[in-house]
């Protein structure tokens, strides 16, 4: 029997994109998603196959294992997207930590960020149909059409629903 949402809430999809290259990867992505329905506080709706792909921004000897999941937030009606993104964002950077991410994002002399291996690493690609364009946060996620390790396993969960 599914469950509704409470009343003067709504679901809202939220996609987030997992990776890892750095230790046991297959590892850290079921980590990384236990870690998720703890925070989120709600299981994953789905998730993608793990999917092995050549790093993505920088070079490695180290591939990464990526995979998309999906959540079903039960977010008020009236929700503040950018609020409710910022806070999703600093459970995705709190995991990355707890689980050995360490360094802030670093950028060069163009300003273009610049990327390096790490044992997991948690995207937000969509947010429901919101967008949200600030300093910390950009959703839809600026470069998820430019990468097939997002789009082939988003596509994935969306040919399963």
């Avoid at 999809?13 to 850290?28: A, E």
């Amino acid at each position: 029997m599914m469950r509704s949402a409470p009343s003067g809430t709504r679901k809202v999809k939220l996609y987030l994109s997992l990776g890892s290259n750095q230790g046991d990867r297959r590892r850290n992505l079921e980590d990384a998603l236990s870690c998720l329905n703890i925070d989120l506080k709600t299981p994953y709706k789905a998730v993608s196959s793990f999917i092995e792909t050549e790093p993505w921004g920088f070079e490695s000897d180290e591939k990464f294992l990526n995979a998309v999941a999906l959540y079903e937030l039960d977010l008020p009606e009236n929700y503040n997207a950018e609020a409710e993104g910022l806070m999703i964002l600093e459970i995705c950077k709190d995991i990355e930590r707890r689980m050995g991410r360490t360094g802030s994002p670093e950028y060069d002399e163009t300003g273009e960020r610049i990327y390096r291996s790490r044992p997991i690493d948690i995207d937000i690609l969509l947010l429901g149909d919101d967008r949200i364009d600030c300093e910390e946060l950009t959703v839809p996620h600026k470069h998820m059409y430019e990468r097939d390790f997002v789009m082939i396993p988003l596509k994935e969960i969306n040919d399963k629903l």
